[in-house]
């Protein structure tokens, strides 16, 4: 009975530790967020965030 229960529970805990992978992301990476911005016809322009474009972007609230 008592190896019953360790097999039982090496399952579970390896099924506890293989579900893990299927979690969501945290968001998209470097080069899928840049994808768009190659090729004939870019369908966004990335532009680097400084102070200037951050007080030239500001509206008021």
């Known amino acids: 009975m008592i190896k019953i229960n360790k097999i039982i529970l090496i399952a579970a805990c390896f099924g506890m530790m293989s579900s893990c992978t299927i979690l969501p ?4 990476n470097k080069y ?8 004939e016809n870019p369908t966004a322009h990335i532009v680097p965030v400084t102070p200037e474009v951050v007080y030239e972007t500001k509206v008021p609230t």
Do not use: D, I, L, Y
């Open 32 to 39: 899928e967020v840049t994808a768009s911005t190659r090729g």
């Open 25 to 28: 992301r945290s968001g998209p």
